[in-house]
């Protein structure tokens, strides 16, 4: 199943901080807030603010930050591991605990490891009932394992709850393509480009069809069109390579 765009980002929770009892001496809400902006794009400064604002009493919001701005550095086993411990001894509501597992498994999706993906994001799950965003990755966790059946189920279920999100559409196309049911793909990815006609997943997973079809102009033209709204990005370099595979095909 093709996943990108959202890059298993780690969701920035702007009222995490409410977990946290407010200390008069820092402002803890503030210090999260910088440290949380700064992690994107600059994880390692962002690490480092973390670990001495932890020392002054920044607690699991400072942890939360540290763990995030491993993941933005490219260590996503450390930040998945960091996350599940938080989301175990956090003092915290269950959504929130649940939405810390989210972002667990996310990061064990960023690491390959679908397995533990599958497993963190099924306990997230059961904090998160019905939450589109976590059946969403828990089908592409179980899609890397194979299993494409239960994909469909997570993201027949993502749907049900919101029918507005093309990614599902797009990806339940890709999980219906694996299990050969190709007129509910094709279904699927046009609800997606009715929804949003320039969703890059569901281009790039049209062009496939296409191409199973044999209609490699209209492939092409999908392919194209990924290259140029995303030219240096990962759909892009899926389209480059859907052409250059198909290419050497005709050849």
Not at 49 to 71: F, I, N, P
Not at 136 to 152: F, H
Request: glycine share 6%; charged share 30%; with cysteine.
């Amino acid at each position: 199943m093709i996943r990108f765009m959202r890059k298993a980002s780690v969701v920035i929770t702007l009222c995490f901080f409410t977990s946290f009892s407010q200390a008069a001496e820092l402002n803890h809400s503030r210090e999260y807030a910088r440290c949380m902006g700064l992690a994107p794009s600059d994880p390692n400064d962002a690490f480092e603010m973390a670990t001495a604002w932890k020392s002054m009493g920044g607690g699991d919001a400072a942890e939360h930050c540290a763990a995030v701005a491993l993941y933005y550095s490219g260590k996503a086993e450390h930040a998945a591991r960091r996350l599940e411990v938080l989301a175990e001894t956090i003092i915290a509501t269950p959504e929130f605990k649940g939405e810390i597992l989210g972002q667990a498994g996310r990061a064990w999706l960023s690491h390959g490891d679908a397995v533990r993906a599958e497993a963190t994001l099924t306990e997230a799950a059961k904090f998160l009932r019905g939450r589109p965003g976590i059946l969403i990755d828990r089908s592409e966790a179980r899609a890397a394992l194979g299993d494409y059946k239960g994909a469909v189920e997570d993201l027949t279920n993502a749907i049900l709850a919101d029918a507005s999100r093309a990614e599902a559409f797009a990806f339940r196309a890709s999980a219906y393509r694996y299990l050969d049911e190709l007129g509910k793909a094709r279904a699927d990815i046009e609800a997606a480009l009715i929804l949003e006609p320039d969703a890059l997943e569901a281009l790039l997973e049209r062009g496939i069809l296409f191409r199973l079809a044999e209609n490699k102009d209209a492939a092409r033209a999908d392919w194209l069109k990924v290259l140029e709204l995303d030219p240096d990005g990962e759909a892009g370099r899926l389209a480059r390579a859907n052409i250059e595979k198909m290419d050497v095909n005709v050849n």
